[in-house]
């Protein structure tokens, strides 16, 4: 996403707005919170006076280690303006104004950076702030906070010195709580906290209240790089460079006796999306006090008999504040000896499902138009209401945590094979596969099991990508497991040992391993997308009948704006029908691997092991009647929409029995004297195409030139289903598809091979054949040398797991588990560039790719089915980049159809779907 920042400042600049000068439209400038402020100053409402300090002055001072020459005027002038508003100066040792100094960045960072209360408390002020109050307890214990906080926040000391003194203070005055100190205790407290400053730093606490003022704006300002402020940042997705605005305001108290109280509220249920109002209020107390947890708040609606008047008041502002900004918004206010003040107002955070009702809502009480409301929604919320939920509200036992690889919640017996997850799904028990890794041969038990454990590899890994195509849940990459397959257990580093059988919970979100079973909620949005809206709304209650609703409602306007076409990777008959169901326009990547495993990979090893031309043509005989089969059933399944195959691509030896287990194998049966020659053959052919690397080494494009017939068969098997439908009525539509591309001369020789067999098919069985033929642009130099490619290829589709892999030189299997939370954690990039389009690198690849492509063929037609297809950010990044769809795993197909609409709508791609 870009920053919004902008370029370094300028030393003439302005730095400093007061309220009444700015609005909700300046964010980068002011910050949410200043902005808000001054829209607040704006509407008229009561908002207690104050300016802010823009971030232009944060990223001066950030990047020079100096405040800009002029802030210091600029924050004079504007505090004389704010004293002549109040009526009151800072300093004064009769009518003392006292001011907070908050952050406020673009994007709310709740709690990260820092605040300093009471700002102009000093030995002279204190008692006039008394005597105005009325109440010495609330002068002096406002003091002695004010010291406190300075300390901690501006002058860096440790909360602890304070807290310590605090508690023996509390304890001599044989009180329970500080709130009882008598003003005595709190007079000598102040005196103490100062000689701990003292202590701590050879001076004074600052007496001087300007000198307070200016020291706060810059510890704010500092604030924005502490390490918890740049992991949220990393976490949210925030970029660094954009620095927080500083707001300084008329401090207004809410602890001034019973006449006063503060309180937070939303304009709906942000949890929900129920209509109505929510919140709590805390009688006589700071806002502070309800953040903190400290007392307990009353609902707001016990406002109404403490105080009928501003609770009418309040009531009204809401309203007012709903129908301005067009949303949810959630407040603070405080009410000061009767009067009622604002004191925050933004756009609510909410749920995944408060924001598609509240959504709805807005656009059924004619707020909003659709195009606001899918503005206002994500394919990352919709992803999470897709997803079964564990109920956590039972209290759980963490096991470990590894990766959250599928999203979803599972709970099963664990079991730590293939064969025994498919016997235990036979006996209708829930499992849960635990593998150090799956291979292509855990395909049967990961069907059967419920959830899949990995202790290695990543969000791309074998399992990972599996289990997210079957819509599986998955935990990948749990480091902390040992797991003994010979013992059937693992072990956590504390030496606890689950065994074979005991049952285990995964959140494929959260990536969270639990003992035990947690119950599960099921998605109802599921069902909708599945089965359609009665079958959502069977037994469903109100407020999720609203939810499927809005849900619909939304989608269906999103399938009206869209330009990019949704396509799903689909391999199975099954997969098809439910990505068609989910709303796919056709099949993306039909990956063919998985057709030759089970008890065809007998037929694959003599393909491999054959030792003449007739034994290799024999076994492609056996092979072509069980393929056609294959895409007969997945061409009906997606009768009228394009198909696209894509010939094999993993490297040979992966059909063949593993290395080491068969030459122990062997060896065993030699040392007994047992026939070991079939075993020492295969053993023969499996050094032969063992490899180093085999990622890079012998597959696509590779193996069909290498092994003769292979590709021919799969092309005659997609030809023979494709003229059957024909047959029967049908409208198939293939596309062919050659997998790990890397010049032109590779696939103009598959081509030739290809077109032979289209055509010798479609003369046999009088039909027309006319599928396009197109290659994968999965490795760099496919992409640098596109224009040449588009001169053979009819389609490109965007590899861009391997494009990822082959940019950045990262195995794909390996890095995300091995360093990839070292390079998170220290910024080399925000999120793992197989998760979310590397745009600068791979994007700019794939860029290139699709502009030199059509320059050489203009309608040459574009699309990615690489991993990135189902990932909200990068589904704007192929919009942009003009491509014709984006083809995923079925059950993201509803989520790249919503951002695909979404990117028609956001002009600056990227920036709105966190
Ligand atoms: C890719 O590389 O992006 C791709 C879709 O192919 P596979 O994941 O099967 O290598
Ligand atoms: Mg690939």
């Keep these: 996403m870009t920053s919004g920042a902008a370029a370094a400042p300028a030393h003439n600049s302005r730095y400093v707005f007061d309220f009444s000068e700015g609005g909700m439209e300046m964010k980068d400038l002011l910050g949410g919170k200043g902005a808000n402020l001054a829209e607040m100053t704006r509407m008229g409402l009561p908002v207690p006076p104050g300016f802010t300090i823009s971030t232009e002055a944060c990223r001066y001072y950030l990047q020079a280690g100096d405040p800009p020459p002029d802030l210091v005027n600029q924050v004079r002038s504007a505090l004389t303006r704010l004293e002549v508003a109040t009526g009151r100066g800072l300093g004064s040792a009769t009518n003392p104004l006292l001011i907070s100094v908050r952050s406020g960045a673009k994007f709310s960072m709740p709690g990260m950076m820092e605040t300093v209360l009471d700002i102009g408390l000093n030995d002279d002020t204190v008692g006039a702030v008394a005597a105005l109050a009325g109440d010495d307890h609330f002068a002096w214990d406002s003091y002695r906070r004010l010291i406190q906080m300075f300390s901690k926040t501006v002058l860096g000391l440790d909360s602890e010195l304070f807290e310590v003194r605090l508690e023996q203070a509390v304890a001599a005055a044989g009180i329970s709580s500080d709130v009882e100190l008598p003003v005595p205790s709190l007079q000598q407290l102040v005196s103490d906290y100062r000689g701990i400053v003292r202590e701590q730093t050879g001076e004074d606490f600052p007496q001087d209240p300007h000198r307070q003022l200016m020291m706060a704006i810059l510890a704010v300002f500092e604030s924005w790089n502490t390490e918890r402020a740049r992991l949220y940042r990393r976490q949210e997705r925030i970029p660094h460079d954009l620095g927080t605005a500083v707001n300084v305001q008329m401090m207004v108290f809410g602890n001034l006796g019973h006449g006063s109280g503060t309180g937070v509220a939303f304009t709906r249920d942000p949890a929900s999306g129920a209509k109505g109002v929510y919140g709590d209020y805390l009688p006589d107390a700071q806002g502070e006090d309800v953040v903190a947890g400290i007392r307990n708040t009353l609902p707001l609606a016990a406002l109404r008999d403490l105080d009928a008047d501003n609770y009418e008041k309040l009531s009204d502002i809401m309203a007012q504040l709903e129908e301005h900004y067009r949303d949810l918004c959630d407040i603070e206010f405080t ?219 939304i989608m269906r306007h999103a399938d009206r704006v869209r330009r990019l076409t949704v396509r799903a990777n689909a391999d199975t008959p099954d997969d098809a029908a439910r990505a068609r169901r989910m709303g796919a326009g056709g099949i993306g990547l039909c990956r063919t691997e998985h057709m030759f495993l089970g008890e065809r990979k007998e037929i694959v090893q003599r393909l491999i092991l054959a030792a003449n031309d007739q034994e290799r043509e024999d076994a492609l005989a056996e092979l072509l009647p069980l393929q056609r089969k294959d895409f007969i059933r997945i061409l009906e399944r997606m009768d009228g929409l394009p198909v696209t195959i894509r010939l094999l691509d993993p490297p040979l030896h ?261």
């Design 654 to 914: 992966e059909f063949l029995p593993d290395l080491t287990d068969l030459s122990v194998r062997v060896a065993l049966a030699e040392q007994g004297g047992t026939d070991a020659e079939s075993e020492l053959a295969l053993l023969a052919a499996v050094r032969r195409h063992h490899e180093q690397n085999p990622m890079l080494g012998l597959r696509g494009v590779r193996l069909g030139l290498v092994l003769p017939g292979l590709f021919a068969l799969q092309v005659r098997a997609i030809a023979e289903a494709a003229c059957f439908r024909q047959r029967l009525g049908g409208d198939p539509r293939a596309e062919i598809m050659i997998p790990l591309v890397g010049s032109v001369q590779e696939l103009e020789l598959i081509i030739d091979e290809a077109s032979e067999v289209l055509k010798s098919v479609a003369e046999r069985n009088h039909c027309a054949l006319e599928f396009p033929i197109g290659t994968m642009i999965e490795l760099p130099r496919a992409a640098l040398t596109a224009a040449q490619i588009a001169e053979a290829a009819e389609f490109f589709s965007f590899g861009t797991n391997d494009l990822t892999q082959t940019t950045w030189g990262f195995s794909r299997d390996d890095v995300e588990a091995n360093f990839f939370s070292a390079y998170l954690e220290r910024g080399v990039f925000g999120v793992s560039p197989f998760e979310s389009i590397d745009v600068a690198g791979v994007g700019r690849l794939v860029q290139m790719a699709c502009d030199e492509g059509r320059a050489v063929r203009p309608d040459l037609h574009l699309g990615v089915c690489g991993e990135h297809g189902g990932d909200p950010e990068s589904v704007h990044f192929f919009h942009d980049a003009g491509l014709d769809y984006v083809s995923c795993s079925p059950f993201r197909v509803p989520v790249a159809r919503l951002e695909a609409a979404r990117a028609v709508l956001t002009t600056d791609a990227g920036s709105d779907t966190r």
């Design 335 to 553: 009410i000061e000896q009767g009067h009622l003040w604002m004191l925050q107002t933004r756009v609510g955070k909410r749920t995944a499902a408060a924001a598609f009702r509240i959504a709805e809502q807005l656009v059924q009480e004619g707020r909003i138009d659709l195009d606001e409301a899918l503005r206002r929604v994500t394919g990352a919320q919709l992803g999470q209401l897709m997803f079964p939920q564990f109920d956590l509200s039972g209290g759980v036992d963490l096991l470990t945590t590894g990766m959250g690889a599928s999203p979803g919640a599972a709970a099963g017996h664990v079991v730590f094979d293939s064969a025994t997850a498919v016997a235990a799904e036979a006996d209708g028990r829930d499992v849960i596969l635990v593998r150090r890794e799956t291979n292509p041969d855990d395909l049967a038990g990961m069907v059967a099991a419920v959830g899949v454990l990995t202790s290695r590899g990543g969000k791309t890994s074998h399992a990972a990508v599996v289990a997210r195509g079957m819509g599986k849940t998955a935990v990948c990459g749990a480091e902390e497991l040992e797991i003994d397959y010979e013992a059937r257990s693992l072990t956590l580093p504390d030496g606890r040992v689950i065994a074979e059988d005991d049952v285990v919970s995964i959140d494929g979100t959260s990536g969270r391993v639990y003992a035990g079973a947690l119950p599960v909620e099921p998605s109802a949005v599921v069902k909708y997308f599945d089965a359609g809206l009665d079958a959502a709304n069977d037994r469903a209650d109100e407020p999720t009948r609203e939810l499927v609703r809005a849900v619909d409602t």
